[in-house]
């Protein structure tokens, strides 16, 4: 079997995900811009914007925006590349938010900042969407960057509507 899928999948709600299944790897996204090539002996995945997860051989492989990932052989041997960036793989929701929370608590307030951006980058419909928003907005707030703190409002108010945080930030955001 031959062919070639490009695909952009708005962000999906959680628990949701859209998935693309080859003869040897299989894609999962939940909100990104990619592309699958396959054919009888290679199948390939190339990410322009997102994340996706791709499962080969039983293990689960993350590619980010500009990684790619090739995998080739007879069903029952493929072969695996690497993704080509060499990065690190990336850390679960969880994972981000407790690193991401422990640097509040040590006072690291830019390095707090950047790791909620990456919950909602990496994981847009995930659990802790509201959370990382709301965080961010007071992070901003601490460091005297009121437009940015704006700004995470405002989404957070567009995308969770009936939040009680919201009621926390407003008051806030006043003064």
């Given at each position: 079997?031959?062919?070639?899928?490009?695909?952009?999948?708005?962000?999906?709600?959680?628990?949701?995900?859209?998935?693309?299944?080859?003869?040897?790897?299989?894609?999962?996204?939940?909100?990104?811009?990619?592309?699958?090539?396959?054919?009888?002996?290679?199948?390939?995945?190339?990410?322009?914007?997102?994340?996706?997860?791709?499962?080969?051989?039983?293990?689960?492989?993350?590619?980010?925006?500009?990684?790619?990932?090739?995998?080739?052989?007879?069903?029952?041997?493929?072969?695996?590349?690497?993704?080509?960036?060499?990065?690190?793989p990336i850390p679960s929701e969880?994972?981000?938010?407790?690193?991401?929370?422990?640097?509040v608590a040590r006072g690291e307030?830019?390095?707090?900042?950047?790791?909620?951006?990456?919950?909602?980058?990496?994981?847009?419909?995930?659990?802790?969407?509201?959370?990382?928003?709301?965080?961010?907005?007071?992070?901003?707030?601490?460091?005297?960057?009121?437009?940015?703190?704006?700004s995470a409002y405002e989404e957070?108010?567009?995308?969770?509507?009936?939040?009680?945080?919201?009621?926390?930030?407003?008051?806030?955001?006043?003064?």
């Open positions: 079997m031959r062919g070639a899928l490009t695909a952009r999948v708005a962000p999906l709600a959680s628990g949701h995900s859209f998935e693309v299944s080859t003869a040897h790897l299989s894609v999962r996204v939940v909100g990104t811009r990619f592309t699958v090539l396959s054919d009888a002996r290679c199948s390939s995945v190339a990410v322009r914007e997102g994340t996706v997860f791709v499962e080969t051989e039983g293990a689960v492989v993350p590619l980010t925006e500009g990684q790619d990932l090739q995998v080739c052989g007879e069903q029952d041997e493929p072969s695996v590349e690497a993704p080509h960036s060499g990065e690190e969880t994972e981000l938010m407790r690193l991401a929370l422990d640097a307030l830019e390095q707090a900042a950047k790791l909620f951006q990456n919950v909602k980058a990496l994981y847009p419909g995930g659990d802790f969407t509201e959370d990382a928003l709301f965080h961010q907005a007071v992070i901003e707030l601490q460091r005297g960057h009121v437009a940015a703190a704006e957070l108010k567009r995308r969770f509507p009936e939040s009680r945080r919201l009621e926390t930030l407003e008051p806030r955001l006043r003064k």
